[in-house]
Antibody, heavy 120, light 109 residues
Framework: EVQLEESGGGLVQPGGSLRLSCSAV????????MYWVRHAPGKGLEFVSA????????YYADFVRGRFTISRDNSKKTVYLETSNLRTDDTAVYYC?????????????WGQGTLVTVSS | EIVLTQSPGTLSLSPGERATLSCRAS???????LAWYQHKAGQAPRLLIY???RRATGVPDRFSGSGSGTDFTLTISRLEPEDFAVYYC??????????FGQGTKVEIK
């Protein structure tokens, strides 16, 4: 059974940083693209970032480019989202997501999310 | 970047009724790589449909997807109590970012 577990969320002041982690079990992690998606209070789902199976291709939404960095360690079956210069509108639940196939198959499996609250 | 517009914003229906949700893209979705997700409060989203019309593993057959190019539809043939939720479409063709629509809330009438 595929399981994704996010960690690293919490309360941070504007301008601060957090490192989100997502550990994976139940599938061959190194074979799949991974994503981060967020859900802000009262808003819809937002694509945040993507990383290919070997980490060679990386993408960001415009609103996080230059502030967030995605990476992965296939030996640890973990994907990361390094966030910096956080703003109040970055407050959201951040979900880690596995692709249905190696790449571009749809967002098949989701973690339960980790809450990031940006507030002074 | 493709913009997805969902309609209606809210759909008020009774259990047993048919739900029809629309998703329109600002340009043609590559290879009809269009997905639908169900999201309930406090839970992780769930993939329902991929490739515009293919049900994901374990999804009941009352859920169906159709459409191609720029116009797509999610149909729930007979609403069950557990189907009341927010539904999002998403395109995942070409390269990321993969935007979502703004969502349609299906609520109990």
């Amino acid at each position: 059974e595929v399981q994704l577990e996010e960690s690293g969320g919490g309360l941070v002041q504007p301008g601060g940083s957090l490192r989100l982690s997502c550990s994976a079990v139940g599938f061959r992690f190194s074979d799949y693209g991974m994503y981060w998606v967020r859900h802000a209070p009262g808003k819809g789902l937002e694509f945040v970032s993507a990383i290919s199976s070997n980490g060679g291709s990386i993408y960001y939404a415009d609103f996080v480019r230059g502030r967030f960095t995605i990476s992965r360690d296939n030996s640890k079956k973990t994907v990361y989202l390094e966030t910096s210069n956080l703003r109040t509108d970055d407050t959201a639940v951040y979900y880690c997501v596995k692709d249905r196939i190696r790449w571009s198959g749809g967002f098949e499996s989701w973690g339960q999310g980790t809450l990031v609250t940006v507030s002074s | 970047e493709i913009v997805l517009t969902q309609s209606p914003g809210t759909l008020s229906l009774s259990p047993g009724e048919r739900a029809t949700l629309s998703c329109r893209a600002s340009q043609s979705v590559s290879r009809d790589f269009l997905a639908w997700y169900q999201h309930k409060a406090g839970q992780a989203p769930r993939l329902l449909i991929y490739g515009a019309s293919r049900r994901a593993t374990g999804v009941p057959d009352r859920f169906s997807g159709s459409g191609s190019g720029t116009d797509f539809t999610l149909t729930i043939s007979r609403l069950e109590p557990e189907d009341f939720a927010v539904y999002y479409c998403q395109q995942y063709g070409d390269s990321p970012p993969y935007p979502f629509g703004q969502g349609t809330k299906v609520e109990i009438k």
